[in-house]
Structures are given as C-alpha cells and as structure tokens.
Nanobody
Framework: QVQLVESGGGLVQPGGSLRLSCAAS????????MGWYRQALGKQRELVAR???????NYADSVKGRFTISRDNAKNTVYLLMNSLKPEDTAVYYC????????????WGQGTQVTVSS
C-alpha cells in the first residue's frame, strides 16, 4: 500500500520555472533515496536527479545548474525546483523512492506532465 503522489507539473514558457513535489505514504518505514526520472516521447526514461537520506545529490548533466532537488524527511516528500526550463525538458516526470541501501527495489509514482513551449 505504498503510494507516491506527484504534483506541480503543467505548461510553462521557455525560461520559466516549475516546482514538482512527491509525497510518499503507506507502509513504508524508511527511505534511503528519492529521485525524479523523466521520459519524453520517443525517448528512454532517464534519471533527472536524486537525493539520499544523508543529503547527497546527483543530477543529469542536462539539468545541472538549472534544477535543484530537496527533501523533507519528516514528511517523506521530495521536491524538484526547475529553473530556466527549455523545450527539451518536456516530458512526463516520475517520482521514485528507494527504501533501503541494501536492496535495489524501488517504488514509482504515476507521473506528472511538464510541457515547455511558447
């Protein structure tokens, strides 16, 4: 009964900003890492950013310097602030959670659409 609920997607002009959020709930008792993936039409799903329980972050080269990932451990929530958005950022963005460092098992959200267009 673990659920990941994303919000914050939408339509934005190039150069604009959006803030995505993802809240984890249900029978989850620990979270080692949370992150965001995205998948554009006709392309493979790719890692955008991730953050561990210790605060270590990692970003795709294509978004580094423009996107910022953060988390609120008390609320089991992860955020993705996206600045200077480009049309190439258009994709469905998926929240992901890894409960344990010892296992690769992950949970996925349903996705939220981000469209960058003038």
């Amino acid at each position: 009964q673990v659920q990941l609920v994303e919000s914050g997607g939408g339509l934005v002009q190039p150069g604009g900003s959006l803030r995505l959020s993802c809240a984890a709930s249900g029978s989850i008792f620990s979270i080692y890492a949370m992150g965001w993936y995205r998948q554009a039409l006709g392309k493979q799903r790719e890692l955008v950013a991730r953050i561990t329980s210790g605060g270590t972050t990692n970003y795709a080269d294509s978004v580094k310097g423009r996107f910022t990932i953060s988390r609120d451990n008390a609320k089991n929530t992860v955020y993705l602030l996206m600045n200077s958005l480009k049309p190439e950022d258009t994709a469905v963005y998926y929240c992901n959670v890894r409960p344990s460092v010892a296992y690769e098992y992950r949970y996925w959200g349903q996705g939220t659409q981000v469209t960058v267009s003038s």
